[in-house]
């Protein structure tokens, strides 16, 4: 029972495997339901709290839809509902009862801020009326509300998240506010009109409570789910032990089967070809094989009880009985490469051997059946190889040789091989060596003969090598060859392939190429050089236009303030006035002339580049700003900024310019917002933005923006000579990046720049 016991080992073992695999499935199962089950409440959380959301948005849009639609209402004057200052435009927003009680108009608006109030104190929900052009400034959007206001101007109706505020999560929904025409008799001074998006209310419901909600109902989820893991687990255990039980049992009877056909049938369980017992006297079929049984096709049942030569399959090896009384005198019958037909209707060749001998006084006949089929058919499979592979010999455009140890001497070269070396035939070839066909010395100054044997060597240890050659045709002609050395085996004799291709050609052409490189290179230095003298040339005459341009500026200041001392008393008002514009213009005059000096001498500044804290260069200038404009309401908001490459001094003139825009273009603003943001972005390094809330500019001109004396403002408004941001782009791409800027008229613009970023 040994070999039995151990194919009900291995069918145990293999049977634990795969309840290992099945219980790792279902606590895969069991863990990935539950955590959808898990996943989805708490999505079921905060949809509810979605919903409470929208229920309070329907609520107090109802309420103001109502409030709307009778103009507002009046209300007794009292502390908590003074007199709206924002309705003073209304001639009726205070009336008087008959019994001379005061009543204020309440608008909608003024209803629903109230009511919000009196939510947020009961039910804990947080409502905001807004919009991006607030009347009261305790309307005025914050930066979430404001991201959907400008979602709903592009056709959203609906926005929500879940935020966090006072340190509490919230589900924050904000839905879009349709100017109606009773809106107008308090907002028509805005501009908006009928059905337009006027603003929005957003509603921020508490989710903590509901997540609490759902969080108790964990634990249910994980112990149902642990109980049918548990279940399953059972079932797997269960399962497998009864089939292990039925594999024992299996194994238990299979060995016993093959115990007893060990005992009566071990000729034909030990031979690997067919083998057919005849009855001597008669020719019936007394037993058969079942490898012959496989190797036909053909049932047991097919063969016994039958004459030989009533098996149709035999009838070309025994055709009648006359064959069959041969076979028994001579004893002996042999067949070689003869067809049979297997039960599919397949033909195979077979060796077929019968011989006649004694089994207990009575003769049988044993026929021997061999397929020799997959022997023919890997004979031609090895032909057609060869043949394939000597066509690939012959058709080959490389070199193609056989080397032979111990001497290493060419023993084959293809038609390539005898046309690369000058050979009239393979006979006149194959008597060379490698080294034989090569100059006495390579271009390094080693020895061909040495070198070879080096590159022999190295092919045989490594399985191949390639290399670069200079080979000799028989006619003495010199080449450079690409040559690949791989090794081989046949018949146990170490041999060695080389293939070999002609690069003159490739030669000729980089040599070609490195010649035009150094006509390049010197067209480069001499390009350069004139572009050298060009830049001397250029600063020279920036040099001799300032001198000669400051001569009559110079001149023009020097009489005009003559005139202002000695003849101010006898001009009129008028006169004094364009006196006073011939000095203004002429200092005016000199700042350009030294900002277009500044900028000119910009490219030719060498730079030193090396890791510059932006935090602490914008910084700086924020610092310098605002002790400047300490009259004006500036709140500057500086993020933390990466650190860049770049030259310090460079740098500190772009946050100059574009701050003191930032600074000077929101002068016309009760409160001006200045931000300064920087972020790394993989493809362009770092970027820095600085953003306001000023007057900002038209797109359609922002080609503008940074031409040398492109002003987009009049200078009435705002003074500048229009050099600084042509400055400043010039020193952002001097330093491998770009700047471009977007804007919005009244609403301020923001500039982006981008540096490489700091090396770690």
């Known amino acids: 029972m040994t070999a039995a016991k ?5 069918s145990v073992t293999r049977l634990w495997h795969y309840a290992l695999v099945v219980a790792a499935a279902w606590t895969l199962f069991v863990a990935a339901t539950l955590a959808w089950n898990l996943l989805e409440n708490r999505r079921d959380a905060l949809e509810a709290g979605r919903i409470q959301a929208r229920l309070a948005f329907q609520k107090d849009l109802v309420f103001r839809h109502w409030a709307a639609l009778h103009g507002g209402v009046y209300v007794p004057v009292t502390k908590e509902t003074p007199p709206n200052p924002y309705l003073s435009h209304i001639p009726e927003r205070d009336i008087k009862t008959p019994s001379n009680k005061l009543l204020t108009l309440v608008n909608p608006a003024y209803m629903m801020r109230q009511m919000h109030e009196l939510g947020r104190e009961q039910f804990g929900h947080l409502s905001h009326i807004t919009s991006l052009k607030p009347i009261r400034p305790e309307n005025a959007a914050d930066a979430w509300e404001t991201n959907a206001l400008k979602a709903f101007e592009k056709g959203v109706t609906e926005v929500s998240s879940v935020e966090t505020m006072d340190g ?17 008799k308090c907002h028509a001074a805005q501009g908006y009109k009928e059905g337009g998006i006027r603003g929005g209310i957003s509603i921020s419901v508490p989710i903590t409570p509901l997540m609490d909600n759902a969080n108790r109902q964990l634990a249910p989820l994980a112990v149902g789910s642990s109980l049918v893991w548990l279940i399953g687990l059972s079932a797997v255990g269960f399962s497998a032990r009864r089939k292990r039980q039925r594999n024992l049992e299996r194994a238990v009877a299979t060995e016993a089967l093959r115990a007893s056909e060990v005992r009566y049938r071990r000729l034909f369980e030990a031979a690997r070809e067919g083998i057919l017992i ?7 079929v007394v037993d058969v094989n079942p490898f012959l049984i496989e190797m036909l096709g053909y049932s047991h049942e097919v063969f016994l009880g039958k004459k ?33 037909e297997t039960s599919d209707g397949q033909r195979i060749e077979v060796e077929f051997i019968s011989n006649v001998y004694l089994v207990n006084h009575h003769k049988v006949i044993q026929c021997n059946i061999r397929d020799i089929s997959e022997g023919h058919r890997a004979a031609a499979v090895l032909r057609k190889s060869e043949e394939k592979h000597r066509l690939l010999f012959v058709s080959s455009r490389d070199a193609i040789m056989t080397l032979e140890s111990p001497f290493w001497v060419f023993t084959s070269g293809n038609p390539a091989a005898l046309k690369m070396f000058g050979a009239e035939n393979e006979e006149g070839f194959i008597s060379y060596r490698p080294w034989e066909l090569s100059p006495e010395r390579q271009p390094d100054g080693r020895a061909s003969a040495e070198a070879a044997k080096e590159m022999i060597e190295t092919a045989l240890h490594e399985g191949f090598h390639f290399f670069e050659w200079t080979h000799r045709r028989i006619g003495g002609e010199e080449f450079p060859a690409d040559v690949l050395l791989t090794r081989m085996e046949q018949d146990g004799k170490v041999m060695l392939q080389a293939s070999a291709r002609d690069i003159t050609e490739r030669k000729r052409v980089t040599e070609e190429i490195r010649k035009l490189n150094a006509e390049l290179e010197q067209r480069v230095h001499e390009r350069t050089a004139q572009l050298e003298m060009a830049n001397m040339e250029l600063e020279a005459f920036s040099y001799s236009v300032s001198h000669d341009l400051r001569a009559p500026l110079r001149s023009i200041n020097g009489f005009a303030s003559i005139l202002t001392e000695d003849y101010a008393p006898r001009l009129d008002e008028e006169g004094r006035r364009l006196l006073g514009t011939i000095c203004g213009e002429a200092s005016r005059m000199g700042q350009m002339i030294d900002e277009l000096l500044s900028f000119a001498r910009l490219g030719r500044q060498s730079m030193q580049v090396a890791e510059t804290d932006m935090t602490a260069l914008a910084q700086g200038v924020l610092d310098q700003c605002a002790a400047q404009a300490l009259d004006r309401n ?17 740098l500190s003139h772009v946050w100059v310019n574009l701050i003191s825009n930032a600074v000077k273009y929101t002068r016309g603003k009760p409160v001006a917002e200045i931000e300064i943001i920087g972020r790394a972005d993989g493809s362009d390094g770092i970027v820095y933005c600085v953003k306001d809330n000023g007057a900002g500019f038209d797109m359609k001109h922002v ?15 705002f003074e500048g000579t229009g050099v600084g941001l042509a400055l400043v782009q010039r020193i952002v791409q001097r330093h491998g990046g770009r700047i471009w800027a977007e804007g919005k008229v009244n609403e301020g613009a923001t500039f982006h720049f981008t540096l490489p970023a700091s090396k770690e």
């Open 308 to 340: 030989v030569w009533e098996l149709g399959f035999f009838k070309d090896i025994i055709a009648n009985q006359d064959n069959f009384a041969e076979l028994q005198k001579n004893e002996y019958i042999r067949y070689e490469d003869m067809a049979l």
């Open 6 to 10: 151990a194919w009900s080992d291995n």
């Open 703 to 717: 080609q503008k923006l940074f031409g040398v004396f492109q002003r987009l403002h009049n200078e009435s408004d």
């Open 634 to 650: 500036i709140q500057f908001k500086l993020h933390p900024l990466p650190a860049a490459q770049g030259d310090a001094a460079m």
């Open 168 to 184: 509490q999560p919230y589900m924050r929904l904000m839905r879009s506010l349709v100017t109606e025409g009773s809106c107008l």
């Open 278 to 284: 005849l009855d001597a006297e008669t020719g019936m």
